[in-house]
C-alpha cells in the first residue's frame, strides 16, 4: 500500500467554512483523463480541460493533498494518461485496473482510497457521466462525502452534461469546478503559498494573468514615473 | 404474456456498483420512437437521435436485455416506429395502445411490464416531456426504479428539454445518457462480448470510431516498420 | 363571486396517471401576458410565447378548465394583456389587482382561485421569475400542487430562466411546458375531442402542422392512385 | 460596529408574500465586485453584471436595505471594488479582510453582519462559485435564509455558472436574479417609491426603458390631437 | 399563358430609390415551400419561415405584385405547398413540373416569368441552396436582377446557410430579407395602404405587434385620463 | 438649412491612413433609432446598442464631426428617438421625414447632406437592413464613400444581420464597427482630447473600463508603496 | 495513368441549367478525410461530416462521376483515409503524395487530374482552410472551375470556418454544400436514378428519411382504409 | 535599421503552390497583443488566442521568417505585450510607436517594413477591426499582398469580428487562420523541420496533440506485443 504524504501544518482561518471540505481530509482521484476519450468530449475544449486538470495537479503538489490516478485500458484505443498529470504530482499514486469501466468495481482503487483515511473524495475524469459518475454514486453510498469537478471532467455532448450535472444532484454528489477547487483549498492569501498558488489563478481563468501582467506593468510604470 | 429472455450469467465485478443498476433486473421501455414524432425535435439532431436508439437496440441483444416498445397511434400522423429497434432488437415486445397518451394509462403495457419481474425501468421516448414523463412518474410512484435516458428521446425545444431534465429529479426519477447507460450495463472489458461493445462506443460517441480507426492503423505500422 | 364551468364527465383512462395532474381538479392561472412586458422577454421568441398561450386558452376552453388571468398596471407602461387570452377562453375570469406586483397578495385574486374548489394549479405568465415565482411559491405554501408552465412564460434572459428553473424546483413547485400539459389534459385520443386536440398540436410544435399537411396528402395521393 | 438604518414602516401588502422574503429581514452583502475579477467572468456581459449590481445598490438605497460589501485584496492583482456601488449606496458598510477568499472566514465580517440582527442574506458576487458560495453554504449552515443573485455574480464559463446553480440548490441556497429581487422588495406600485422604482426595472431589464419612452410618446400624441 | 396584374400607379417618392427595386418591374417566386421538406429546414424555425412567407403573399396581394408559385413532386414526400400562399395571394399563379429540381430548367415556369415582362425576380423556396439558388443562378446569367430572400427560404443546417448567403453573393444574387422586402416595397407611409401594412410589420417581427398594442392602450389610457 | 460645425484642424498623422476615413471629410447620419423599433432588434441587446450610439454621439461632439438625424414616424408606433443622441451631440440636425421609409427618399434631407460638402457618409441606424440599408445604396449610387456602423444599427433576426452585412459588401458600402469608427476617428493619442477619448473606449468595450481602474488601482498601490 | 469512367448518356434537362455544373464534366476531390484529423474537427460534428462525404462517395458511384481520393501521411498520426469512400465508390483513385501538404504540390496528383480531361473540380477535404483551401486556389489559377463543398469538409474552430468561406469566395472558387451538390447532379427526378437518388436525400437531410417513412405509412394506411 | 534573417534555401515543392504565400517573401507583423486589449476580446477565448500567437512566434523563429511586433502605449492602460512572442521569437524586431493608433501611420514601423524587402505581410492583432485593419488596408493600397489571421486576433464582439471579415475581403486583404499560416508556411513533410512542426500542430489543434499522445501509445503497444 502506498503510503501518502500529510498535509502541512493547516494555515486555514477558523472563523468559517463549517461548509467546505478540509484541505487535511481531502484525497483527489483522477479518473481516466486519457488521450482516445479526450476525442470524444464535447462540453468542453480540450485544451480547457487539460489545463484544468493539469491545474489540479499543480495544486495537490502545491498543498500536500494526495492525488490517486486510474486508468481505463490504456494499452488500448481508450490511449495513455495525459502525461502532464504525474509530472506535476509526483506524488500521485496510480492503480491498474482489470478491465472493470467502473473504478470502484476495482477493489485496489477502493483499498488506495480507503489506505489515506480520507473521507473527502473530490474526483474528475472521462466521461463524467461514467468515470466520473459510477465511483462517485458508489462512494457516496459507502458514506463519503464526494465533490465532482465538472470542468475537469467531460463529456460527448452539451446535452449528456446537463444530465451528468443533474444525476451528480440526485445522488448528494456534490458538483464544483475547477476554479472553486482552487479556491475552497486556498482558502486564505496569509499562507507561505500564496505567491504560487496567484499562479495557478492565471490557468483556471487565463484573463487573470493577463490582469496580472497588466498589473505588474502598471506598477513598474508609477514607479517610473514617481 | 410473451416471455423474455434471462440474462446472461453475470459476469459484473462484484466490488461496487451498489449505487448502479443491475442488468439482470434492468428493463427497457421504447415509447413512440415515430417519424411524425421525430420532425417535431429540437433539442438533439434527429440522426444522433436514432443512432442513440438503434445502439440500445443493439446493447439489448448483445446483453439480453428485454425490451418493450409501444407506439401512439402508428396509422395515423405520428408515424411509425423507426424499424431499426425491432430490426436490431428482434427480441423486443411491441404493445398496441388503444389511443392512451400516457403508456402507463395502457393495462396491457403495465402487464407487460409486469410479467419480466424487473424492477429497474429504463425508459426512453418522444418526447420526453410526455411520454417517458408519465409512465415514468406513474412507474415511480409504483414502486419502480426509473431511469430517463435524455439523449434517447426527445423535445419540442431546448426549454422543454431543460424543464424536462429539472422535472425527472424532482419527481425522483434517475436522468441518464446513451453513453452512461451502455457504461452501466457493459461494466468491465474482462467478458466475452467486450469487442462487440467497443463498436457500439463508436455509436454513441462516433468520433471513438475514428480513434478505433487511427489506433489500428497505428498499430499496423509499428508491427510493418517493426 | 364569478361561477366556474363543471368539467365533462371524465374520459380518462383510469389505470394510470397517478402522478399526473386531475383535469378535473385543475386550474389554469395565466398571469401579466401584457405587451409591454413581452419586449423584456429574452428566454423564448415572442412569438413562441403568445402562440403557446394562446394555446393553451384554446385548450382549456375546449376541456372545459376554468382560467383565470389578472394584469399589473395594464394602462400603464406595462401594457394590456395579449387580447388572445379572452378572445380564445370567453369563459376566463379577469381579477383587477390593485398595485400589487404578487398576484397571491391581492385577496380578490386567492377569493377567487378558492372559490373553484380546485386544488392544481397551472400558472404561467411574465416574468416567470416574479409574476408566476411569487403566486407559485405562496400558493406551494398555501398547500396547493402547483405547475409552472417555463415555455408559456418569460424572462429578461436565458441566466434568470435558469436561476427561475431551479428556485421553482427548490420551492416544490412542479416545471412542466405547453406541449406537456396539453398532453397531461389530453391523456387519450379515444375522446370526442380529439380532432380539435390533434389541431392543437400543431401549435406547440409547428413542425407537427406540417407532418399533418404530409400525412393528408399521402393519403390522397394512395387513394387517387388506387 | 457601524450601525444600520432601520426599514421604513412598512408599505407591503398582507394577504401573501408567505413564502417570499421580508424586506424588514433582509441584508444585502456585495461581495468582491472588483475590476481585476470582473475581466475573468464569462457567464455574463460585464456590462450587464455591473448595471444588475448599480441597480442593487440604488435598490437598497431606496428602501432603506442595509448592505455590506467586502474585497479581496483590493490592492493587488485583484482591484478596486466597483465604485458605483458606494456611490449609488453611500450607507454600505465596507468590511476589510485579512487575506480570507471566504468572508464568512473574516470575523469582522460575520460579526458585521449580526450586528444588523437580520436573518435574510441576500448574497452577489465574484466568482459566484467562490465569493458566494463559500459565505452562503456557511451562513445556510449558520442557520441564515440565504439567496444568491445570479445575475449580480459572475463565473468563469457557462459551464462552471451551471455547476454553481446546481450547488446552491443543493445546499439550501435560494437562487434568485437581480429582477427578482427588484420584484420581491418592491412588492406593490402602492407606494410612494413607485416611480423611482419603475426607473430601476429600466436597469434590469433595458427593453423595458424603451417600452416607457414608447408609452410617454403615445400619450404625448394622444393628448396633442385630442 | 397566365395574365398578371397590373401594379397600382405609382405611389412612391421619386427623390431616392435609385439603388432599390421598382414594384413595378417586380415578380416574386415561391419555389417548393413544402410541407415535406419543411421538416429538414434547420436554418429557422418552421413557424418563423411559414409566417415570412404568409407575409409575402399578403403583401403582394396588397400592393398587386404577381406572384408566381411551383412544387417540386407535390404528390410525393416532398409534400403540398403550404396552403397559405395561394390563400393570401389568390391571384399567384401555380406552374407545375415534370420533375425537374431547378424550376428554371422548366420550359414552362421560364415562360411564365417572361410572360410578365417583369426584370426584377424577387425568389424564395426551400432548400435556399437548392431551389432558390438554382433558379437564381440562371435568371442570373439570363440577365435579371435577382433577390434571394434569405429568411423565407430554409436550408439543412446553418453552415449551409452561410455557404448559400456566399454562393448567392459570388453569383450576382442580392440577398435580402423579408423585411427589407416588405419596407422596399412599401417605401412610404403616405398611401392609402398604410394602414394594411403596418399590420404587417407585426408579423415580420413580432415585437412590433406588441409595440402596436401598448402604443394604442397609451393613447387610450391618455385619453381617457384629459 | 443648417450650418455644420469645421473640423478643427487635422491632428493627425501623415504617414498612413490611405484607405481610412478622413475626418474632415465625414459626416455622421443617426437614422430611425427609435424606440418601438428598438423592441425588434435581435441581433444585438437593446443595451448595447445605445451604448454604441450614445458613445458616436459624444465623439462627434468631441471631435466636431457633424451629425444628422432623422426619425421614421417618431409620433406613431414607431415611437421617439433615444433622447441620447441630442443630448450628446447638441450639434447634431434633425430633419423630418414625410412618411418615406427611405431617408434618402426625402429630399430634405438628402439637401441637407450636400449642404454639408462632406462625401464620406458613416451611417447607422434601426433596421440596418432597411433604414441603413437604402440609403446606403442610394448614397453609393449618388457618389458617396459610405460606411455602415453594423453595432450601432439592428436587425430583427441573427439571419437578417448577417443578409444585411452581406448586402452592403455587394452594393459597394464598407460595413464597420463603433470601436473602429472610434479609433478611425481617434488616429492617435498625441492630441489634446486624448483623455476624453480614452472613456469612450470604456463604452465600446466595457471590460476596457475595468481595464482603466485596476491600472489606476495598481499605480496608486505602487506609489503609496514606494 | 488510371481510366475514369465515361457518363451516362446525359438525362439533363436542357432548358436551364446554364450556371449550374455540367456532370459530364466534373470530377470530385476527396482529400485527407482521416481519423486523425477528424479529431480535429470543431465546425460540424463527426458523425455528420462522415455521413456527408459518404454520401458523395455514393453519388458519384450511381451518376458515374469520377473520384481522385489522396491523403495525408495515411500511416502517421493523420491516420487512415475513412474507408467508407472507397468501399462505397470503388471506382474511386487513390493517389499517394510524398509529403506534400497541398494535393497540388503533388505532381502525380495533378496528372491524375488531367487525365480525366475535366474541367470542372468538387473538392471536399480536412482541414477546409488548408487540404481544400490550397488545391483549389492552385487549379483556380490553373483555370479549372472549382467548388469547395463546405459541410464535407472540417476546419479547426468555427471561426476558421467562417474564415475559408471568405477567401473561398475571395479567390473565386464557388463554395457549395453536400445537399446542393446532390441536387445539382441530379437535375430531375425523370430519370432511371430517382428512386436511388431520393435514398441519399434521407442521408443529408436525416429528417427527410423519417419523411418518407411517415409518408410509406400514411399511403399503406389509405389502402388498407379504402 | 535592423537587419533581418534570410530565409533558409527553400524547401518547397515546385509543382504547385501558384496561389499560395512564398515564405521567402513572407514577414510576419504582430501588433499590439497586449494584457489590457486581451481583456476586451470577446471572438475567441483569449487562451485560444495566446496560444495561437505563441504558435506563431515559434514557426517563424523554425521556419526563419522574419517578425516585426509593435504595441499602442504599452505603458499606459492598453498593458504591456504578451511576453511569450519575443521569448520565443528572439529575432522578432520592436517598434515603438508615438501615440498612432493605426502601425502604418508610424513612420519607423513602415520603414521597418520596407527594410526586409518583402512583399508578403501576415498580420494579426487586438483589435483586428482596428490594429489589424488599418495597417492592413493602408498595406494593401501600398501595393502589398496582405494577409490577416483571424484567430491570432481579436474583437470586441461576435459582430464585430463577421464585421471585420467582410471588410477585409471587400479591401482585398486575405483572411486566413493561424493553422492555415503554418501549413501554407509548413508545405512538406519531406524537411528537416518536420518534427518540430508536428509539435506546432498540436498547438491550433490541441485535439491533435492527443492524437499523436495515442499513436505513440499504439505503437508501442503493437510493439511490445509483436
Excluded at 57 to 76: F, N
Excluded at 162 to 184: I, Y
Aim: charged share 15%; proline share 7%.
Amino acid at each position: 500500500m502506498t503510503s501518502h504524504p500529510t498535509a502541512k501544518p493547516s494555515t486555514l482561518p477558523t472563523g468559517g467554512g463549517a461548509a467546505l471540505m478540509d484541505p487535511a481530509d481531502t484525497l483527489v482521484l483522477l479518473l481516466d483523463h486519457q488521450s482516445g476519450l479526450f476525442q470524444t468530449v464535447k462540453d468542453i475544449p480540450v485544451a480547457d480541460l487539460r489545463r484544468n486538470v493539469a491545474m489540479i495537479a499543480r495544486l495537490c503538489t502545491l498543498l500536500d493533498i494526495p492525488v490517486i490516478t486510474t486508468a481505463s485500458e490504456p494499452s488500448g484505443t481508450n490511449g495513455p494518461l495525459m502525461p502532464e498529470i504525474h509530472e506535476l504530482a509526483p506524488h500521485a499514486v496510480y492503480v491498474a485496473r482489470k478491465g472493470e469501466v467502473n473504478a470502484w468495481d476495482n477493489a485496489d482503487f477502493v483499498a488506495q482510497v480507503e489506505s489515506t483515511g480520507r473521507r473527502t473524495l473530490v474526483m474528475a475524469g472521462v466521461w463524467t457521466s461514467v468515470c466520473v459518475m459510477f465511483p462517485a454514486l458508489d462512494a457516496r453510498v459507502a458514506g463519503y462525502d464526494v465533490y465532482a469537478v465538472i470542468d475537469a471532467s467531460g463529456d460527448p455532448s452539451e446535452l449528456v452534461s446537463r444530465t451528468s450535472l443533474a444525476r451528480f444532484v440526485q445522488g448528494g454528489v456534490k458538483p464544483t469546478s475547477t476554479n472553486a477547487l482552487l479556491s475552497e483549498l486556498h482558502r486564505t492569501w496569509a499562507r507561505p503559498e500564496a505567491a504560487d498558488l496567484a499562479q495557478l489563478y492565471g490557468l483556471v481563468a487565463p484573463n487573470y494573468a493577463a490582469v496580472m501582467e497588466s498589473y505588474q506593468r502598471a506598477q513598474q510604470a508609477a514607479r517610473q514615473s514617481s
